[in-house]
């Protein structure tokens, strides 16, 4: 149901500014991993003021659950009120909803105070396995719920509840489930395939009426999961409160959320099964970005073209040119590397280049130059140990543009994380003639820096068709990708080179997996 706006105002004087509201009607998560503790947390980290209505209390840790304490329901009319008479809310998220009366009185708060988004995740079984909303619930979920919502996030199972027991084990079933979900009343529909069988990312398909779309992230490794279906409605429901449209809130919570799971996979808490993840881990680092939208996607390093003006010119073919044949041939992140150009002359180069990697949704980074990146608006920097510090980058650059730095040794790995780079660039792997002097690391040099950090990792020097299968078949899990630059560019055809590169790089990564 479309709802219409409660009349809050972005400034409704020069002294008063209205921030972004996120009311979520949730359970309790004595652990903290879900419910209403990890969408305050998930708020907070994109920005977003975040106000609750708790439905239950839920003791729980990463064991499971161990009990569930419902609130009465005219107390959870009661918190509705409070917040939603007074608080200028933008958009409401739903998590458990344990009792037909509950979904009941949300229904008729929400006529009585209109949002401008419902975000309903239909929690109906918990991480472990508990279930934390009985099959009673479902036609109530389907007749009063569902309608009004603008979107709604099911895992499979779920889906599969919802839609009657409906088997779900294949992409195809879940795009039949997202087309029949919406056809129950709601605007959206996004079936979550995490817990697919047999499938190499994280694959959720997104419907809204008219186009169905595939979402894919990579999988990540990690016990540390318990809370993500929370953390992701949350999110959603942050980036439309902020104005974001449906796919793009869809799209950065997905990032984010892979994200933080990749950032935490390593922390240790609770002796359960499943773990929480830490929603503000950058933060706590000392690296204020919680504002990112999450321009930067780790799988963009897979396939990096560095370019070179001296090779393009001697096949005489014009930068722009070379840029578009190597994205046409695969290229999934663009460095522009001007080692003689003068000053403005890059410049009107680099904002040509712009123009032919936004066409295409490749990012544009430039090699060195901080000031030609801003001037230009680039996606971003690549800068060395010897460039600026990738600290000084971040801070004049800000949290959205994303900054690479070339590390050769753990230490500086570990450095770049700290700086607030996004990705390292590691070579030289293998000897190279386009760098000069670039001493010879070796994969088990690469390996070393991969393993000192969570960032990911584009392995570079020497690398071609002949041993880019080796690189990517060392199998660690943040070496994302191969930068190359004379294997595409020192070549006649860079169509030719980028796609055969490209589909190596492909099989490779098929034997990882
Ligand atoms: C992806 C990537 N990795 C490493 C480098 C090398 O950067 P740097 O050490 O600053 O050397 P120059 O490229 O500036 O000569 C890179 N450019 N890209
Ligand atoms: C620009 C650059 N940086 C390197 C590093 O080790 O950091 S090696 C390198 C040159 C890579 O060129 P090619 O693919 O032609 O070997
Ligand atoms: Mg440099």
Known sequence: MAMEGNGASVSDGASKTKIPHVLTVAGSDSGAGAGIQADIKACAARGVYCSTVITAVTAQNTVGVQGVNIVPEDFVAEQLKSVLSDMQVDVVKTGMLPSIGIVKILHESLREFPVRALVVDPVMVSTSGDVLAGPSILSSFREELLPMADIITPNIKEASALLGGMPLETVADMRSAAKALHAIGPRNVLVKGGDLPDSLDAIDIFFDGKDCHELRSSRIKTRNTHGTGCTLASCIAAELAKGSSMLSAVKVAKHYVETVLEYS??????????????????????????????????????????????????????????????????????????????????????????????????????????????????????????????????????????????????????????????????????PTNTKANNPTLGLDGLKAVCLASKLPVVAIGGINASNAGSVMETGVSNLKGVAVVSALFDRESVLAETRNLHAILMEAASQVK
Not at 283 to 312: C, E, W
Not at 345 to 363: D, H, Q
């Open 265 to 430: 996979k390593d922390i240790f808490i609770g002796n359960g099964r499943q773990g929480p993840f830490d929603h503000l881990l950058r933060l706590k680092n000392g690296i204020h970005n919680s504002h990112r939208q999450g321009t930067f996607n780790p799988s963009n390093l897979f396939l990096y073209a560095v370019t070179d003006s001296q090779m393009n010119k001697k096949w005489g073919r014009p930068m722009v040119d070379a840029i578009e044949a190597a994205i046409e041939g695969g290229a999934t992140i663009v460095q522009l590397r001007e080692k003689d150009a003068e000053t403005r002359e890059f410049l009107e180069m680099a904002k040509a280049c712009v123009g032919i990697c936004r066409s295409y949704g490749v990012p544009l980074l430039i090699n060195d130059r901080v000031d030609v990146a801003l001037a230009c608006d680039a996606d971003g920097v690549h800068v060395g140990q010897s460039d600026m510090p990738a600290r000084i980058a971040r801070t004049l650059l800000g949290p959205e543009k994303i900054i690479g730095v070339s590390c050769k040794t753990p230490e500086q790995a570990q450095q770049a994380w700290i700086d607030g780079a996004d990705y390292i660039g590691c070579g030289g792997v293998y």
